[in-house]
């Protein structure tokens, strides 16, 4: 998984030949709707791999040490007519300004090697292969809601590693860890498809352990870097933003972004903009109903009333868990998807369905969704199990969603969609 970037540049130019490339690259979409188009190079200038008719401009990063050795680049472009363009050698796709129809669900993908004997990051960890088999899926948008990085920032290679007592230091993971954990595993999936990418609370500016926040912010965040950790922390986290696919093959769709990663923000949201016209998903990293975590009310003072979405879809519990809580007051509340399953160590459910609105639970291994929208039907969502024995990926059941008028239908669908798990062709 190392990748001796700089090295691997310098030996290029010696030997005469050119070293322009890209290390990564991928296509995320963000409030217009627009597609930002971003690369992470350690070996080119952004005029080297911008694509045709499309400049990139580099992202600040000089106030960063942990990413010193890095360029990223950017662009953005609205959406209107599907395109691929090339980052370097990498093949892209801006979607169209209409709604895709399989979209693929993973969450909490990094390895958790802390504390010690907690996940083997060699041979306990799935992500690669399960990164792998998504991308063979050939979905049209990736959503990733949240928690790429979980391991110590100790560095590559380093024997007996002892990380840094200061938690100034160990908080700030540098690029090793972000390459390691999410980039290079991640890679088949960020050129597969368009993401949707959604902060965790390990992007967050908590002080109590090390976090990802200067690789939120240099990688992710749709708006300008923070190079401080004081703004950091003053910063709100649910940064609001509606993605808004209109109606074409598939009924229109609006995914609405929550980055609030902190438990106690999903409070503090107006959600009086979200309306079921149409139908509406909202993304956020800490669900709003959760066994690891008190069940939390997202009506406040501000809007009494639930969110007008058919789907909340979450991670931050590393287990697969759907709930339906009983409607209130005739209003039909969102059906909640915690999907928390895609790499790190798992957990186990403490609770069997049919209390507290718990209507399905999946602990007994990796997982990730797709979720298919027909015209002009209902959406079906489809959990796909990774087995770690076999490394084969399998529907394992199906249900349907349709959001109505009067608020969200929910219920298990007569027959698994066994494709929805399966590679195209």
């Given at each position: 998984?190392?990748?001796?970037?700089?090295?691997?540049?310098?030996?290029?130019?010696?030997?005469?030949?050119?070293?322009?490339?890209?290390?990564?690259?991928?296509?995320?979409?963000?409030?217009?709707?627009?597609?930002?188009?971003?690369?992470?190079?350690?070996?080119?200038s952004c005029a080297d791999i911008a694509p045709a008719?499309?400049?990139?401009?580099?992202?600040?990063?000089?106030?960063?040490?942990?990413?010193?050795?890095?360029?990223?680049?950017?662009?953005?472009?609205?959406?209107?007519?599907?395109?691929?363009?090339?980052?370097?050698?990498?093949?892209?796709?801006?979607?169209?300004?209409?709604?895709?129809?399989?979209?693929?669900?993973?969450?909490?993908?990094?390895?958790?090697?802390?504390?010690?004997?907690?996940?083997?990051?060699?041979?306990?960890?799935?992500?690669?292969?399960?990164?792998?088999?998504?991308?063979?899926?050939?979905?049209?948008?990736?959503?990733?809601?949240?928690?790429?990085?979980?391991?110590?920032?100790?560095?590559?290679?380093?024997?007996?590693?002892?990380?840094?007592?200061?938690?100034?230091?160990?908080?700030?993971?540098?690029?090793?860890?972000?390459?390691?954990?999410?980039?290079?595993?991640?890679?088949?999936?960020?050129?597969?498809?368009?993401?949707?990418?959604?902060?965790?609370?390990?992007?967050?500016?908590?002080?109590?352990?090390?976090?990802?926040?200067?690789?939120?912010?240099?990688?992710?965040?749709?708006?300008?870097?923070?190079?401080?950790?004081?703004?950091?922390?003053?910063?709100?986290?649910?940064?609001?933003?509606?993605?808004?696919?209109?109606?074409?093959?598939?009924?229109?769709?609006?995914?609405?972004?929550?980055?609030?990663?902190?438990?106690?923000?999903?409070?503090?949201?107006?959600?009086?903009?979200?309306?079921?016209?149409?139908?509406?998903?909202?993304?956020?990293?800490?669900?709003?109903?959760?066994?690891?975590?008190?069940?939390?009310?997202?009506?406040?003072?501000?809007?009494?009333?639930?969110?007008?979405?058919s789907l909340v879809l979450s991670g931050h519990d590393?287990?697969?868990?759907?709930?339906?809580?009983?409607?209130?007051?005739?209003?039909?509340?969102?059906?909640?998807?915690?999907?928390?399953?895609?790499?790190?160590?798992?957990?186990?459910?403490?609770?069997?369905?049919?209390?507290?609105?718990?209507?399905?639970?999946?602990?007994?291994?990796?997982?990730?969704?797709?979720?298919?929208?027909?015209?002009?039907?209902?959406?079906?969502?489809?959990?796909?199990?990774?087995?770690?024995?076999?490394?084969?990926?399998?529907?394992?059941?199906?249900?349907?969603?349709?959001?109505?008028?009067?608020?969200?239908?929910?219920?298990?669908?007569?027959?698994?969609?066994?494709?929805?798990?399966?590679?195209?062709?």
């Amino acid at each position: 998984m190392q990748r001796p970037n700089i090295l691997a540049a310098l030996l290029a130019c010696l030997a005469g030949t050119a070293a322009s490339q890209t290390d990564y690259a991928w296509v995320q979409l963000a409030e217009g709707p627009r597609a930002i188009v971003r690369a992470i190079t350690s070996s080119a200038s952004c005029a080297d791999i911008a694509p045709a008719g499309l400049p990139m401009q580099e992202r600040d990063d000089s106030a960063m040490a942990e990413m010193a050795d890095l360029t990223v680049c950017e662009a953005s472009v609205s959406l209107s007519d599907k395109k691929t363009v090339m980052v370097g050698p990498t093949q892209l796709t801006i979607p169209a300004a209409t709604a895709p129809s399989r979209i693929l669900l993973l969450g909490d993908t990094g390895c958790r090697d802390a504390p010690a004997g907690s996940q083997d990051c060699t041979s306990g960890w799935f992500f690669p292969q399960i990164a792998s088999a998504a991308a063979a899926l050939e979905p049209d948008l990736v959503i990733h809601v949240g928690d790429y990085t979980y391991r110590d920032n100790c560095g590559r290679d380093v024997e007996g590693c002892d990380p840094n007592p200061d938690p100034k230091v160990r908080r700030l993971r540098d690029w090793s860890v972000w390459e390691d954990d999410f980039f290079a595993p991640a890679a088949p999936l960020l050129a597969a498809a368009p993401w949707v990418i959604v902060r965790g609370n390990h992007e967050d500016c908590a002080p109590q352990d090390e976090r990802g926040w200067v690789g939120w912010s240099t990688f992710f965040s749709t708006v300008g870097l923070v190079t401080d950790l004081a703004v950091c922390e003053r910063q709100t986290y649910h940064v609001d933003e509606m993605i808004r696919f209109d109606a074409g093959a598939f009924p229109a769709l609006n995914i609405y972004l929550l980055n609030a990663s902190r438990a106690t923000t999903t409070r503090l949201v107006d959600f009086s903009k979200v309306t079921n016209t149409p139908e509406t998903w909202i993304t956020t990293h800490v669900p709003f109903w959760s066994e690891y975590g008190r069940f939390r009310d997202p009506r406040d003072s501000h809007y009494r009333a639930w969110p007008k979405a058919s789907l909340v879809l979450s991670g931050h519990d590393h287990l697969f868990q759907i709930y339906k809580v009983a409607d209130d007051n005739g209003e039909r509340a969102p059906v909640q998807v915690i999907q928390g399953a895609s790499g790190t160590s798992l957990q186990s459910a403490r609770t069997p369905p049919g209390k507290g609105g718990l209507q399905y639970v999946y602990d007994a291994d990796f997982s990730f969704n797709m979720l298919e929208r027909t015209p002009p039907g209902p959406t079906r969502m489809t959990l796909c199990g990774f087995s770690r024995g076999s490394g084969d990926v399998s529907a394992l059941q199906t249900w349907v969603i349709e959001q109505m008028p009067s608020g969200p239908t929910f219920g298990t669908a007569p027959t698994i969609s066994v494709t929805a798990c399966v590679p195209p062709g």
